[in-house]
């Protein structure tokens, strides 16, 4: 049985995990211990600030999610929503709601995660809470980020004849989330026996540790190419697109034969007997980036290592359109992660 937090109090255990922490940007003026953190931007940067909030049993089960995998993710997907508007995350605040059966190891674990997280994406903890929970574990990231005032990027700017881009590949993390529900199932009963992953390590890595797309964020600017609209991969490919298009207020065709599959998954779906496409359309989780850019950017974003092409915007009026590979034509249906069903 590890330390109980109620050993160190909530200011002793604040104090406890943010111990040592310095502060990597110019723009952090102060952080964790005072009422509250000190910002300070330049006149021609945009604020950026996004919040998430991660409960147990509903966003995570413990039962094969590992506490620094859990907080490195939490972290992530976080700079992953300030990366989807072109901006650069700089800080963030940690909140923890906590049961009895936590120890202080625990949330060590939790927050090396969290910290290792900040290390690569070079973001800074300034502050957040803590209190009891008579439910389990809830995480709650509120992630801080800036941009060039001319370089923010919404949803809401796709034209008629914009490419459709999107970095990586689709439909990993869901298949690593059904292995691992599997395994849970399938070892419910059993003692001193582990599952055999090999083969398999790369749609778990989707799922345990993702990560967000600095480096695309970073290959269009060195392009010179400013997305017309984006946002990240959490609720599907299906559903993204729909926001976009809502918001745009456009019509899309997707090609089924050009959207990013890894073997793993492709393999995967086939054992769960799985549609391959609805996987990767509304599997959800992938963190990837979907864009759309100018038509005369075609050829920079055609040599960009890591991002595809997978269709084009339309006329409203011409719906949003998955074409398959033997030329049917299917509407776009949001049918990935809803939260409140």
């Known amino acids: 049985m590890g330390t109980e937090i109620a050993t160190l109090g909530e200011f002793g255990l604040i104090?406890?995990?943010?111990?040592?922490?310095?502060?990597?940007?110019?723009?952090?003026?102060?952080?964790?211990?005072?009422d509250a953190a000190v910002?300070?931007?330049?006149?021609?940067?945009?604020?950026?600030?996004?919040?998430?909030?991660?409960?147990?049993?509903?966003?995570?089960?413990?039962?094969?999610v590992p506490l620094k995998h859990l907080g490195y993710k939490a972290a992530v997907v976080n700079f992953s929503?300030?990366?989807?508007?072109?901006?650069?995350?700089?800080?963030?605040?940690?909140?923890?709601?906590?049961?009895?059966?936590?120890?202080?190891?625990?949330?060590?674990a939790l927050?090396?995660?969290?910290?290792?997280?900040?290390?690569q994406y070079h973001v800074?903890?300034?502050g957040g809470d803590t209190t009891s929970s008579l439910t389990g574990l809830a995480i709650s990231i509120t992630c801080i980020g800036e941009a060039d005032k001319d370089k923010v990027v919404y949803r809401n700017g796709a034209k008629e004849t914009d490419l459709i881009?999107?970095?990586?590949?689709l439909g990993a993390a869901y298949m690593g989330l059904q292995l691992l529900e599997r395994e849970k199932a399938v070892l419910k009963d059993a003692t001193d026996v582990q599952p055999d992953f090999s083969g398999k390590e790369y749609l778990l890595e989707r799922q345990l540790k993702p990560e967000a797309r600095k480096d695309i964020v970073e290959r269009l600017a060195e392009a010179g190419v400013k997305p017309t609209a984006m946002m990240d991969i959490s609720d599907g490919l299906s559903s993204e697109l729909m926001h976009i298009c809502t918001q745009s207020n456009v019509g899309c065709r997707v090609y089924e034969e050009h959207i990013p599959i890894d073997y793993q998954t492709a393999v995967m779906a086939e054992e769960f007997n799985m549609n391959l496409t609805t996987c990767a359309m509304n599997g959800g989780e992938d963190?990837?980036?979907?864009?759309?850019v100018p038509i005369a950017d075609h050829e920079k974003v055609e040599r960009m290592e890591g991002v595809r092409l997978?269709?084009?915007i339309t006329k409203p009026e011409l719906g949003r359109v998955l074409i398959t590979r033997d030329g049917q034509e299917f509407e776009l249906k949001a049918q990935g992660w809803n939260p409140l069903k």
């Open 287 to 292: 963190y990837e980036l979907l864009f759309t």
């Open 124 to 126: 800074d903890i300034v």
């Open 165 to 169: 881009c999107v970095s990586g590949d």
């Open 39 to 64: 910002l300070a931007y330049a006149p021609d940067k945009e604020v950026l600030v996004t919040t998430d909030l991660l409960m147990e049993g509903v966003h995570f089960d413990l039962t094969y």
């Open 310 to 312: 997978i269709g084009h």
């Open 111 to 119: 927050y090396a995660g969290i910290r290792l997280a900040c290390e």
């Open 15 to 34: 104090k406890h995990l943010t111990e040592g922490i310095r502060l990597e940007n110019e723009s952090s003026r102060y952080g964790v211990g005072d």
């Open 81 to 108: 929503d300030i990366y989807a508007m072109n901006g650069a995350p700089r800080q963030i605040t940690v909140s923890l709601a906590l049961s009895k059966r936590f120890s202080v190891e625990d949330m060590e």
